[in-house]
């Protein structure tokens, strides 16, 4: 009896530590605890001030984290789905202890919000772009930011509860000029965001922001998940928002 | 024994002493309407005795002629009060129903003409103080003006001159004015926009002549709010054509430019910040008030300009969203009215026809641009080219084939782009060239350019042009075979050292690496070039997709480049490899060295298609 109740405790303790060690490994930082030793990860853009974005040169692989051996999550490609030039927004570097360095990158694509990494000679040289577009979904505006001050603001059509904008950091992948759809209106912008609740959409549910033809619904939540504006103020948009610029969704 | 109160007592005795005084009761009582019977006998027969009123005061009796003639003058003068006074009470009620009906038809006029503003949009807004109606006129105060009616003027030319006064803070406005109207009545109004405050509002008016004279004074209160609002106009011309700007729609051809016009007016009562101008259709916007406030009342005028580049209407509109001070109400927007062209197709002849003007200076020097020969340039130097092409012809022209042997590659910039150049319009392409080793061993060059003009189906044909030719003299300051040439902040392409005088333009360098290919990044939708340093290189030969493109030697370099032009036009979209198979210079210590280098060209779709996105 007494022998039995020794093995109980002991194997409560057992259990209890390895649920911390569980709870332990959980919470480290995945990124962190698969970088390799020695990287000297430096942050090359901020999202609001300055960022860097850059075509790929290769249809390289992306891993988890700046190592070939590395978990692959996907790998860059050179089209959109509008056959557009892919860009990829780079995040941070990592100088390995062999000399290479590896780009993080935003990776669009389900769910949204993916990082990886891929070797810096995967993609071509790096374009600069300055400030970033801040959709704000409860206020229903856009304002872009440049040097530290609001550059453009404009009232907008967000998703409906139904079709709802993800929120999230995403960046303008493509400027487009629309054609026999006025429901785009006059410009449309792709961005590297997708609609969470329309993955058979054509071109696979990509969010734009574009013009519209029923600006009578703006502001409001009127769309499928993309962001609408009044035609006067895509066009204007369109005109000062440079490829590759971050956007954030609130 | 039963107890009394005292006032029964009183009672008591007061029966006892009126007993012993009067005897008995019944006697007294016979006393009493004996005296009344005697008292009423007297009083009839005084009344049958006295005289009548006429004839109190007579001295003398009447005689019954007499009393029947007084009588019937007596019957007629009631006759004549009781009809004067029917009279008057039928004036009076006639009078009553006039002035009833006059104010009824004030009141009518004056809501006809609140009914007639608010149709036109006028706003009226905070008005405290209603005037009373006058018989020739009455005035409304608002805070947007003050509105007189004038009636019952004799017909003919009335002339009435009123004055308006507002006192608020600081000085009084005072709107003095003269109106002149023909009829007997009509409305005017003062137009005023009074700031947010109270007001005590004093208008007077006063007429005289065409046989009428008379004049109101009316004191009133007024408080105005903030009520922030603009207006916006759009107006245009073409150029080269009428001077005048205008609402109205204008006929233009296919390659005219229309310059427009668009006049905000502030017409609320506080300041505004002019934001978020829009005119999708109109490009090079310049004017407005920028970050400044627009007064109440003030104008401005933002100007910009559309290229007619196809038949059919061409509409434009304009907007404009205004913001006032903090706490002084909410942002305003307003929307032009829309102006139109009807553009007609290309003229009859089409003559597509352009210019070149090519200038040149050494960056960094006090000259400016100079079709003038540069002298006593040196080596290392950056020669800047300003190029300026001007539409000399009849129809756009949408301009390629650059080709300037000395402009370094990568330093082109400027010109109109894939948009067509409008006619008598011009634009300037800039390049740069480091002066080096080559153009030193020759001592002077001389270089021009070339430009293909396009105009749109049906303009006619594609005309091609080159510029004047410019001179620069490299004089040979260093000695052959030594020196150094370093890069150039402007082109960035060349860095090298080199050992030996330089032969054919090609330079011998010490390393004989392959060079790599330049070429373009992202989407190609137009002609590009790929180049490759021309440096140690005895010939190169491109291939696209497997496919021999063309073969270059050293004697097709130009500014130490080898380069060929791609047209895209026939590559399907997708990715698509170019490769250059490279063949280095035998030295005497090496042999002729051959590898290949490859550029991914990525062609993509054009940029305007429809979206694949969500909507």
């Known amino acids: ?250 | 024994m039963p107890i009394r109160d005292n006032g029964e007592q009183q009672r008591r005795m007061r029966a006892q002493r009126d007993l012993h005084a009067c005897g008995r009761p019944g006697r007294r009582l016979a006393l009493t309407r004996l005296a009344a019977l005697v008292l009423l006998a007297g009083l009839v027969l005084a009344a049958f005795m006295a005289p009548t009123g006429q004839a109190r005061g007579a001295r003398h009796q009447r005689s019954p002629e007499e009393e029947a003639t007084i009588v019937a003058a007596t019957e007629a003068r009631q006759l004549e009060r009781e009809e004067r006074k029917q009279i008057e009470r039928e004036e009076q009620a006639a009078a009553k129903a006039q002035r009833e009906a006059e104010i009824e038809a004030a009141r009518t006029q004056r809501a006809a003409n609140k009914r007639a503003r608010s149709q036109q949009g006028g706003a009226r807004r905070g008005v405290q103080n209603s005037s009373r109606p006058r018989l020739n006129g009455d005035v409304e105060f608002t805070c947007t003006g003050v509105t007189w009616n004038f009636k019952e003027f004799p017909e003919g030319t009335n002339t009435v001159i009123t004055v308006y006064k507002l006192f608020g803070e600081g000085s009084p406005v005072i709107l003095p004015k003269t109106f002149t109207f023909t009829g007997s009545s009509d409305e005017a109004t003062t137009p005023f926009n009074a700031p947010p405050g109270s007001y005590n509002v004093d208008a007077w008016a006063k007429w005289k002549g065409n046989g009428l004279k008379g004049s109101f004074d009316i004191l009133g209160k007024l408080t105005c709010g903030p009520a922030p609002a603009l207006s916006v106009e759009k107006l245009q011309r073409i150029k080269n054509g009428p001077p005048t700007y205008t609402t109205s729609t204008l006929n233009g051809e296919v390659g005219d430019t229309v310059e427009y016009e668009i006049v905000v007016t502030n017409s609320g009562n506080v300041p505004l910040t002019l934001t978020e101008f829009s005119d999708p259709n109109c490009e090079g916007v310049s004017g407005g008030p920028g970050s400044a406030e627009l007064a109440p009342g003030a104008k401005t005028t933002y100007t910009c300009t559309r290229v007619l580049e196809s038949p059919g209407p061409h509409l434009n509109t304009a907007e404009v969203q205004g913001d006032p001070p903090y706490g002084d109400g909410n942002p305003v927007s307003s929307t032009s009215n829309t102006v139109t062209v009807e553009t007609s197709s290309l003229p009859a002849n089409p003559t597509p026809a352009f210019s070149i003007e090519k200038l040149q200076r050494i960056q960094g020097g006090s000259g400016s641009y100079t079709t003038s020969e540069l002298t006593g340039a040196t080596i290392g130097q950056t020669v800047e080219y300003e190029i300026v092409v001007t539409n000399t012809g009849n129809v756009p022209l949408t301009l390629g084939s650059f080709s300037d042997p000395k402009c370094d590659g990568g330093t082109v910039s400027g010109g109109p782009g894939s948009a067509a150049l409008p006619v008598g319009a011009s634009t300037t392409y800039t390049c740069a060239h480091l002066l080096d080793a080559a153009d030193q061993a020759a001592g002077s060059y001389a270089n021009a350019v070339s430009i293909t003009g396009t105009p749109p189906e049906g303009g006619g044909l594609p005309v091609s042009n080159s510029s004047n030719t410019v001179v620069v003299e490299v004089p040979a300051s260093s000695p052959n075979g030594t020196g150094s040439t370093t890069g150039s902040a402007s082109s960035g392409v060349l860095s090298s050292t080199f050992s030996e005088p330089a032969k054919s333009g090609v330079l011998a360098f010490a390393s004989a690496t392959l060079p790599k290919l330049k070429g373009p990044q992202g989407c190609v939708r137009h002609s590009f070039h790929i180049s490759i340093k021309s440096a140690g290189v005895a010939s190169v030969t491109f291939y696209m997709d497997g496919h021999k493109l063309k073969k270059l030697t050293a004697k097709n370099a130009h500014k130490g480049l080898l380069t060929i032009a791609v047209n895209p036009d026939k590559l399907k979209v997708g990715v698509h490899k170019l490769v250059a198979k490279i063949t280095m210079i035998a030295t005497a210590s090496t042999k002729a060295k051959q590898g290949s280098r490859m550029v991914r060209i990525l062609r993509c779709s054009s940029k305007a298609l429809t979206p694949k996105f969500t909507g």
């Open chain 1, 1 to 250: 009896m007494g022998a039995s109740s020794v093995g109980l405790a002991r194997r409560c303790w057992v259990g209890l530590v390895l649920l911390c060690a569980l709870a332990i490994a959980l919470m480290a930082p995945p990124a962190l605890a698969l970088t390799p030793a020695g990287a000297v990860i430096t942050r090359v853009s901020d999202l609001q001030g300055i960022s860097h974005w850059a075509y790929p040169d290769t249809e390289a692989l992306v891993h988890a984290s700046p190592s070939a051996h590395a978990r692959v999550i996907g790998k860059l490609r050179f089209l959109t789905g509008d056959e557009q030039a892919e860009l990829y927004i780079a995040l941070a570097s990592a100088r390995l202890r062999s000399g290479r360095t590896w780009i993080q990158i935003e990776f669009p694509g389900r769910p949204n919000g993916q990082t990886g990494w891929v070797p810096r000679t995967a993609l071509e040289a790096f374009h600069t772009v300055d400030g970033y577009l801040l959709v704000d979904r409860s206020t229903l505006r856009a304002t872009l930011f440049r040097d530290g001050g609001a550059i453009f603001s404009a009232p907008i059509g967000v998703g409906k509860p139904s079709t709802v904008t993800p929120a999230g950091h995403f960046y303008v992948m493509e400027k487009l000029i629309t054609l026999n759809a006025p429901v785009y209106g006059p410009y449309a912008l792709g961005t590297s965001a997708y609609a969470p609740t329309l993955q058979e959409w054509p071109g696979g549910g990509v969010v734009g922001i574009h013009g519209t033809d029923e600006p009578q619904l703006i502001p409001g939540r009127p769309s499928h998940g993309c962001i609408r504006m009044r035609n006067a103020d895509i066009t204007r948009l369109w005109a000062i928002i440079d490829l590759g610029t971050p956007i954030e969704v609130t």
